[in-house]
C-alpha cells in the first residue's frame, strides 16, 4: 500500500511540475511589432529603416517567423522574411539567430522590376521580456551580389 501511494504522489508531483512548465511558456507573448535601423545600405534597398512584423511559433516559444517592409520611399521595396531561433525564451538575454530571403520589388521609368531573392542570415543579441518593450542588436549577413555585413539594431513592442 505504501509503494501504491508514493507512485501517486510522485504522478501528481511530475503533472504539476509539467504544467507549471508549460504556464511559464504561455505568459511569453506571441506577436511583435519592430523598427530596424541598419547602419550600412546595401544594394536591395538604398533605406535605412526595415517595420517588422513577428510571430512566435511553437510550444516552447522558440521560433519566430518574420515578415517586414524595407522601402527607400523613392522607387525601391524591398520584403525580408525570415525565421528565426531565440535561445533562452524565459529568461531576458537571448541569442538570436536564423536564416530567410529578402524579396526586392523595383519601380523604374513606369516598368516594374524583381530581382532574385538575396538569402539573409540574422545573428542577433536580443534583451526582452515576457511581454512589452524588446531590443534587438547584431549583425545581418546578406548572400548576393555582393555578399554583406549590415550591422543594425532594433526595438519593438511584444504583445
Known amino acids: 500500500m505504501k509503494n501504491f501511494i508514493l507512485c501517486i504522489l510522485v504522478v501528481l508531483a511530475t503533472t504539476i511540475e509539467l504544467r507549471a512548465q508549460t504556464s511559464d511558456f504561455e505568459k511569453i507573448a506571441k506577436n511583435g511589432l519592430y523598427i530596424e535601423f541598419y547602419t550600412i545600405r546595401h544594394a536591395f534597398s538604398s533605406g535605412l529603416v ?11 516559444r522558440k521560433t519566430a517567423l518574420r515578415v517586414g517592409a524595407y522601402p527607400d520611399f523613392r522607387s525601391t521595396l524591398s520584403l525580408p522574411v525570415t525565421l528565426t531561433w531565440i535561445t533562452s525564451p524565459l529568461k531576458k538575454h537571448h541569442f538570436e539567430y536564423g536564416l530567410g530571403l529578402v524579396f526586392r520589388y523595383e519601380r523604374f521609368q513606369g516598368k516594374s522590376y524583381y530581382d532574385m531573392p538575396a538569402a539573409m542570415f540574422p545573428i542577433m543579441y536580443r534583451y526582452q521580456r515576457s511581454r512589452g518593450l524588446f531590443f534587438r542588436g547584431g549583425v545581418n549577413l546578406f548572400y548576393s551580389w555582393p555578399a554583406l555585413a549590415s550591422p543594425s539594431f532594433c526595438l519593438g513592442y511584444k504583445f
Open 50 to 60: 526595415s517595420i517588422n512584423y513577428e510571430r512566435i511559433v511553437g510550444n516552447k
